[in-house]
């Protein structure tokens, strides 16, 4: 144990980061009275930090809230932006006095884990069932020590259960890999990730970009609203035009309306994700399915059909060759934002496709050896978040953090089944990421109070084995946690856990061709 001078028992649960995953938690967890670490000045997590001046929610937001605290003029069409969003953030936080338990500035710097030497999670599993064992012990499990307001010296706090609620976002950008002497270094003009433009205020971000020629690597949301912003700062009749370099094309989509039929009728209700495949589904279940994919392939042809109609897709040779739903099942759908394609029209969004490019000194060099001038050169090439996890925890729970698929095997989306006394909120998408985490920390709240029990460890890990063989069956982009199309079914059964009702609606029509939405999980 740290020593004594320096160590602080506080909490029975202690919860690293205050992003709406962390204030979700929090909230449920508040019969505990649990210590939130965050490490920046303000919840929000990327809300609040990995945002661009122009970023707005993807889904409407009547799907985007907490069951117990509506959002004001619920009813209204338009996608919130991100300071609406952390303002929702902020009031729920407030009304439900979570803000307490919150220490802002606070960074978790290092973690120990101090159970019982002859635990071994870790090691192979034995030929007679293991079980997880409870949550609270009765006693320390982890240790953490967190740094404040960039101290030089840290302080170690004990706890019985920790919640990592870091994200998959923000922190550790993922850079791309060049040949030698063709990287960044050679490049006369400035580059930078899209989490470094999104630290940029208003004023900052708009001298970046305008008059300036500008290269941005990626084609999802960031990458989109990243150009969307260089064409916008570049209205003047000296402006520059802004270059996205392609190396994937994914399908975007103007609104969630589809030939005047809502988004939510083809992948959103229960009927709907029907015709997807399931884990741990019958033989039955499975033959149907089978006989049901034309059905399920025909409503994705129907979507396709409607973007390229509507869509300049074609034109700009943006039409992806893969299906619409692997899109969908990989959460990797797009909404764009408005006038996108008017710009583009207009000459200020240029498109090139490359699978590879380098840096030369006056631009980038795509793989056809075209030369494209860049003043500036934006990296919109994602994140990497399970890097954050396995920075910060000990061996040898750092090494069996992720699958060798490069997932997280969580079971309920939750508990690592070979990390003890430890969950994991924010860490499974779907349609909204608010609701799935707020079900799940609900979920693990019942689970803290023992109001059901784990299976045995082998168990939980064959089931998250088979969640992700249908999620790499679903698409070709299978690259992270993704329940968009069995979401309610998974919904089912963290219901079933707590002893819920798995099937929410009041008529038998209703629960079968309504929307699932957040509203239909309060309790």
């Not at 649990?34 to 929000?44: K, Q, R």
């Not at 015709?275 to 129907?302: D, G, V």
């Not at 006394?421 to 779907?430: D, L, Q, T």
């Amino acid at each position: 144990m740290a020593g004594d001078q320096n160590l602080h028992h506080v909490s029975k649960i202690g919860i690293i980061g205050a992003g709406i995953s962390g204030i979700a938690a929090a909230k449920q967890l508040s019969g505990h009275s649990p210590v939130v670490f965050e490490a920046t000045d303000s919840i929000g997590g990327v809300w609040k930090h990995c945002t661009y001046t122009s970023t707005k929610l993807q889904t409407p937001r009547c799907d985007f809230e907490f069951t117990d605290y509506p959002w004001p003029q619920r009813d209204n069409s338009s996608f919130p932006s991100h300071i609406e969003i952390l303002e929702y953030l902020h009031n729920y936080a407030s009304h439900f006095d979570v803000l307490k338990y919150v220490k802002l500035n606070s960074k978790v710097v290092e973690m120990r884990y101090i159970g019982d030497e002859n635990e071994s999670y870790f090691d192979q599993l034995e030929t007679e069932p293991r079980e997880y064992g409870r949550l609270l012990r009765g006693r320390p499990v982890w240790e953490v020590a967190v740094q404040t307001n960039q101290s030089p010296t840290v302080q170690w706090y004990a706890f019985e259960c920790l919640v990592m609620c870091l994200g998959k976002y923000g922190d550790i950008p993922k850079m791309p890999n060049f040949p030698p002497n063709k990287g960044r270094e050679i490049f006369q003009g400035k580059v930078l990730h899209s989490l470094d433009y999104s630290k940029l205020d208003e004023a900052a971000a708009h001298r970046l970009l305008k008059g300036k020629k500008v290269v941005v690597i990626g084609y999802k949301k960031s990458a989109i609203d990243l150009a969307m912003e260089a064409a916008e700062a570049n209205q003047d009749p000296d402006g520059q035009p802004c270059t996205m370099v392609i190396r994937t094309l994914h399908w975007t989509v103007p609104s969630y309306w589809i030939w005047g039929l809502p988004f939510f009728l083809f992948y959103s209700t229960r009927f709907s994700q029907f015709l997807h495949e399931r884990p741990n589904q019958s033989f039955l279940r499975t033959l149907l399915c089978f006989l049901l994919s034309p059905m399920r392939k025909a409503i994705s042809k129907f979507i396709e059909s409607y973007l390229v109609w509507k869509l300049p897709l074609v034109k700009y040779g943006l039409k992806p060759d893969h299906p619409f739903e692997e899109d969908y099942a990989s959460c990797q759908m797009a909404i764009l934002p408005e006038n996108f394609f008017a710009e583009a029209d207009n000459g200020r969004i240029l498109f090139k496709r490359s699978s590879k490019w380098w840096f030369w000194s006056g631009g980038i060099e795509l793989e056809d050896n075209t030369k494209l001038e860049a003043d500036v050169v934006a990296l919109a090439t994602g994140f990497d978040g399970n890097k954050k996890l396995k920075a910060l925890l000990p061996q040898p729970f750092c090494r069996l953090i992720q699958h060798s698929t490069g997932n997280l095997p969580l079971y309920r989306g939750t508990i690592h089944p070979l990390i003890p006394n430890m969950a994991f909120v924010g860490y499974v998408e779907s349609v909204s990421n608010l609701h799935t985490s707020e079900l799940r920390s609900k979920w693990l709240a019942q689970l803290v109070d023992e109001q059901f029990k784990l299976p045995t460890i082998e168990k939980m890990l064959e089931k998250t084995k088979k969640e992700m063989q249908v999620m790499k069956r679903s698409t070709r982009f299978y690259k992270r946690n993704c329940i968009s199309t069995f979401s309610i079914n998974h919904s089912d059964e963290l219901c079933e856990d707590m002893g819920w009702k798995s099937w929410r609606k009041n008529t038998w029509f209703s629960e079968a061709f309504g929307p699932y939405t957040c509203q239909d999980y309060q309790y």
